[in-house]
């Protein structure tokens, strides 16, 4: 066995990021499917999943501010993409400055997640739940720890 330069980077390190982008470009080939039956942008559908995120009913600010966090759009951007969530009538304008989520919105949140379900179930009942729980933690972890050091160093 040869010994490994501590200043070269393991080789699986790098494939992570491979590995979670094909999965990722593999599953939301399927949820676009799904979405073209609902008529539903990629867009709009993430817009509407991020105002999930925040409970349903942040400030219009805060909504955009994250739409362009996440998504890593400019502040107009965002703010046509919040706007497209509120003219597809999946969320509504409250008087307040809030974005809450419609009951068109859940309706349509609900029928896209029970349809994924459908897709992606019988797929993931052949992976050992262990396993897959380790891996949603695991995901969950460097997607925090990512975000940290992206806040620390100024890229928000």
């Not at 070269?8 to 593999?26: E, F, I, K, T």
């Not at 080939?29 to 008529?39: D, M, N, W, Y």
Request: proline fraction near 4%.
């Amino acid at each position: 066995r040869r010994g490994r330069d501590p200043g070269v980077p393991r080789h699986a390190l790098p494939l992570l990021g491979q590995a979670v982008g094909q999965a990722q470009a593999s599953l939301t080939r399927l949820l676009t499917g799904i979405l073209a039956g609902t008529g539903t942008s990629h867009q709009v559908w993430l817009g509407l999943q991020r105002l999930n995120a925040l409970g349903g009913r942040p400030a219009r600010e805060a909504y955009e501010a994250d739409l362009s966090y996440w998504l890593e759009l400019d502040g107009p951007a965002a703010a046509r993409l919040a706007g497209e969530v509120v003219a597809a009538g999946l969320a509504a304008s409250g008087d307040d400055g809030s974005v809450a989520l419609s009951p068109r919105g859940r309706a349509l949140r609900q029928e896209v997640l029970a349809a994924s379900a459908q897709v992606t179930g019988p797929m993931l009942a052949t992976v050992d739940r262990a396993e897959l729980d380790t891996t949603i933690r695991t995901l969950e972890k460097i997607t925090r720890l990512a975000r940290e050091k992206s806040d620390t160093e100024g890229n928000r």
